[in-house]
């Protein structure tokens, strides 16, 4: 994850340079708002700074699953990528090492494989009697087992590693049920020409939504709330010219 930040004399100057300097669409971006000064007598100007999420690439090539109904993906160069099985190497090794002594101190004694190597990224997959347990609602057990396992990696000499935990292919089942479920709404909210909100999700899987559903000319998704789960509301919006069907 990187965070940037930007500041312009109201929210919406400020959300127009990030949109300038990182090159997205307004519905690619999720910020939060770190301090606002209002115009005063010895503050002439106002003054507005948001902090930006963005993924890493590694996180952006991710989307690619359960995407097939989506709007075309732009080219990229194939990446290369090996299949796992057992660790490979000392680093590797440190990181399996350190994944299942997590998993002990837990309670949940499991197998760790390597189920993928890339340029920049590495996978291990957990096969574990608890599996259901360590993935938590939503995936949050699983995300936050994943962020302290990047910690560890960045002190074990993978500073530039960035380390995927999965269980019983979760990440890409949950995929595919979120764009799923988008789709569901999306029609709901044209069938209702109204506005429906959707359930917190962190950045990746915001991200995921916002590209599903770009592809509908009548449908604008839009973030809403702090922090790093946010929620989506879809919103029917008519043609993409603006006009509103009567």
């Known amino acids: 994850m990187v965070v940037k930040e930007f500041e312009g004399k109201n929210e919406k100057e400020a959300i127009d340079r990030a949109i300038e300097e990182l090159g997205l669409d307004r519905n690619e971006i999720d910020f939060e708002i770190v301090e606002a000064k209002k115009p005063g007598i010895l503050f002439r100007g106002g003054k507005v700074k948001i ?9 952006a090539e991710e989307e690619e699953p359960g995407l ?11 990446r290369r990528r090996s299949e796992g099985g057992a660790a490979n190497g000392e680093f590797e090794t440190k990181v399996v090492d350190f994944t299942r002594g997590l998993l002990d101190r837990m309670g949940f004694p499991a197998e760790i494989t390597v189920s993928f190597r890339e340029e920049g990224r590495l996978g291990l997959d957990i096969e574990s009697d608890g599996s ?4 938590g609602k939503q995936g949050k057990t699983l995300e936050a087992m994943q962020f302290i396992v990047n910690l560890a990696a960045g002190r074990l ?14 990440r890409s089942r949950r995929e595919r049920a979120l764009v799923r479920m988008a789709n569901q709404v999306a029609e709901q909210v044209r069938r209702g020409r109204d506005s429906q909100l959707l359930e917190p999700l962190n950045p990746f899987e915001r991200r995921l939504i916002h590209t599903s559903l770009a592809r509908y000319g009548d449908i604008e998704t839009m973030s809403e709330g702090d922090g790093l789960y946010k929620r989506i509301r879809v919103i029917w919006r008519g043609d993409r010219d603006g006009n509103r069907e009567e």
Not at 68 to 78: I, K, L, N, V, Y
Not at 132 to 135: P, Q, R
């Open 68 to 78: 097939e109904d989506g709007p075309p993906r732009e080219q990229r160069a194939p």
């Open 157 to 170: 000499g993978g500073e530039t590693t960035r380390i995927v935990l999965d269980t019983q292919d979760y």
């Open 51 to 59: 902090r930006v999420h963005l993924l890493d690439e590694g996180e």
């Open 132 to 135: 259901g347990i360590l993935i």
